[in-house]
């Protein structure tokens, strides 16, 4: 990005960002209400003109910096400022590296991305994984409460094909789970999604306007009595908070979603968290086109004490 007064060019690296993004990126301590609230009043002008949050840059565009603002931009590359315990602690998540990927073992109650009330999150923590001037990038989310695998891409180049993939169906995700009941040994739970709700208690419901098609395959893996079971989830589209709506949609809640399931879906006497965990991920790896394929050795620790609990293992 190169500055000049309170005016910056997109550089040929930011082309293709949704404009929201470049934002986020070159001021990571704003937070992500303030982003949207300046963006949407014009503070942030695109060639001189409003711009919408999901809007695509390109090479060569002049972004206007609100005044406020102008003192804090980053320079091309820069990376937001970490502390040495937040660098530790990203990099403690990673459970693969190569040159074009990432893979992390995000923990329940980490945000992926920042909000409104969120100021710790995943997407600003990247800067502690960066390769020389290359910050990595996000290409998927998992709900703060979803413990898990977590790809991420090392280059623009990974990023673009890892998209890709997630968009043409060509990634397959396995979760655990512990449902609350006695679902079936196996089966498909076909029921459309979209969001409900007022902004910031919107939940996933099959009679929103938006409804979309949502599929997913699930397997028990092992039950206890009638009480409770532990799957084995396959989400085959990726809607906001699926499985959690499916599974309580077919009703069997996730254990500790109250969100979904209701106070019931909470037993005080057990492990507390969300029972839900992302275990394996496999997609084309972004350079050679092969098949590759990660999946986690053991789960969360709230995941082993719920299933400990439960006598699964």
């Not at 394996?280 to 990660?294: E, K, L």
Request: hydrophobic share 40%; charged share 25%; aromatic share 6%.
């Amino acid at each position: 990005m190169a500055a000049k007064g309170l005016h910056c060019r997109v550089s040929e690296d930011e082309a293709g960002q949704r404009f929201d993004r470049w934002v986020r990126r070159h001021f990571p301590e704003l937070p992500y209400g303030a982003v949207m609230k300046l963006v949407r009043t014009g503070q942030f002008r695109l060639d001189g003109r409003r711009v919408r949050p999901e809007t695509r840059i390109a090479a060569g565009q002049v972004v206007r910096i609100p005044p406020q603002l102008a003192h804090k931009s980053t320079a091309e590359g820069a990376q937001p400022r970490l502390s040495a315990a937040e660098r530790r602690f990203v990099q403690g998540l990673v459970c693969y590296a190569d040159e074009d990927i990432l893979i992390l073992d995000k923990p329940a109650g980490l945000a992926v991305q920042g909000g409104t009330k969120t100021r710790r999150h995943l997407d600003a923590l990247l800067a502690g994984l960066a390769q020389g001037d290359e910050r990595p990038r996000l290409v998927h989310r998992l709900d703060r409460d979803t413990a898990g695998v977590l790809v991420v891409a090392r280059n623009r180049r990974a990023a673009r094909a890892l998209m890709e993939a997630f968009r043409t169906g060509a990634v397959a995700k396995t979760y655990w789970a512990i449902v609350l009941g006695k679902p079936r040994h196996e089966g498909v739970i076909d029921i459309p999604l979209g969001k409900m709700g007022p902004r910031g208690e919107e939940r996933m419901a099959p009679d929103a306007p938006d409804a979309r098609p949502a599929v997913t395959h699930f397997r028990v893996l092992e039950r206890a009595s009638d009480r409770a079971a532990w799957l084995e989830l396959h989400p085959r589209t990726g809607r906001t908070h699926q499985l959690r709506a499916h599974c309580a949609l077919m009703g069997y809640p996730i254990m500790g979603d109250v969100k979904y399931g209701g106070a019931a879906a909470r037993l005080h006497e057990a492990p507390a968290g969300l029972m839900l965990q992302a275990m394996a991920i496999a997609f084309p790896h972004p350079r050679t086109g092969r098949p590759f394929r990660f999946a986690l050795e053991r789960p969360a620790p709230h995941m082993a004490a719920a299933l400990r609990w439960w006598g699964f293992c």
